[in-house]
């Protein structure tokens, strides 16, 4: 029995090739002679017949070609749904730029649809790991249907993400315009925030010089440390505050540290400028002191040769002079000791009052020298005075009517009441006896030239 059982294995299991011819034809003689039934009965008790044997190579064959496809479908639906949360990414990244930068409707429904979309992508990543979660590819049991099946679903997941995929790159592509707009202008941030940090150091470092110096700046240190919250926020950048709002913070930090920085760095040179003006103040006042008390001389000569017209409103210059240089030297020396506390606009503000005390006294005192030379030119010779002032009308007359035969009336009639004023003065002049009012006649010619210097103004203004 058992070299049928052989003989049969060897004819339906392949395995001919290790059987010898000479066996082979011996075995089938033997086989010859068995009944139908018998036959029949070794065929159905072998563990492989021909139909059954045959079926399950077939089976086992095209399960794995099945699994094999299914795990291709896998990997692209894998490869589908990276490329999917990739791009979503990105394009988050844009959303979030255009977002920070435009607050347009347009901008608004830009980023109601980008969250319509993730709702989409939400959706089919859900349904992907399902699907994934739904198949193991690695079972052992897997069978032809269920790896038919896993392809189908797995491929089916693969091309639903990839068109979701190409939706959102559409999508993506239209917003190009509203992206490069918001790019540029985010491009602004960086540099801006750099400007202002950068000056901040630079005030920093001049209220450090300031302070090496030996000189206080604390109102600047106040100033510099009242920007200490502006630079946390540019430090918490436009993702938060916004663009437009970041670069005008930035902005306004830079000119703010700038007027910082270039008054720290101008207040050693005004410390030195204002003992410049301390010291050339004194100077001046002291010169002053000395210049009142020659006044007296001055008026004497004035009293002694000329009528009391002539200096009368010159009789308290000495004693306002005197005054005037005393409260200069008191303002000084308020003005040292503000210096001193460095208080520095309190010092300049006093020196001011000094400068303009010392500027009227100076004025006065150098009216009564110069009223005494005037009175002896005139008195020594009056026509010297009356030629000059006569000149000038008559330039004035020819001015009048060069391109003319009449002058214009608004011209003449000015002109000839200078020299009908002038005439008038020279009369008093000379009727004025051994004592003439001269500083009276000096302020008549005085009047008369400033009447023609304004006609002659006119004339040229028209011609122009």
Known sequence: MEQWHRIVRDLVGGEREHVTATRTVKDLAAWALLPLPVLLAFAVSLPGSFAGGGTRRWGRGRAEDLRAEAQEAKDGAAAAFYELDTAQRDLRISIETIAAVDDSPQAAKTGADFAA??????????????????????????????ASRARHDLSRMRDELLRTKVDLERFAHSLGPLLEQAETQLAQVAPAVERAKQ??????????TVRAARLQADELAASLAALAPELTRLNQGAARHGVKATVQRAEE???????????????????????????????????????????????????RRFSAACWQDLQRVPEEAAESVRQAEETLREAQRARDEQRWTDATARLTTVQTLLGRTDESVSAAG??????????????????RTRFAVRDAQR?????????????AQPLDAAVERLDRAVGVLERGGRNPDYWQFLMEAQAVRGMVAAVVEDIRGGRS
């Open 117 to 146: 979309f993730g709702e989409r992508i939400d959706r089919v990543s859900h349904e992907y790991i399902q699907v994934m979660d739904a198949h193991d590819l690695d079972s052992g049991n897997l069978d032809a249907t269920a």
């Open 199 to 208: 000056s901040l150091l630079a005030a920093t470092q001049a209220l450090d």
């Open 253 to 303: 930090v830079r000119r703010r540290a700038e007027a910082l920085r270039a008054e720290a760095e101008q207040l050693p040179r005004r410390a030195g400028e204002i003992d410049r003006r301390l010291a050339s103040l004194r100077t001046r006042a002291q010169a002053l002191t000395t210049r009142a008390g020659q006044v007296d001389p001055v008026l004497s000569e004035l009293r």
């Open 370 to 387: 110069e009223r005494l030379q005037r009175l002896n030119e005139v008195s020594f010779d009056p026509k010297k005075e009356i030629d």
């Open 399 to 411: 001015l009048a009517m060069a391109g003319r035969s009449v002058p214009e009336p608004r011209h």
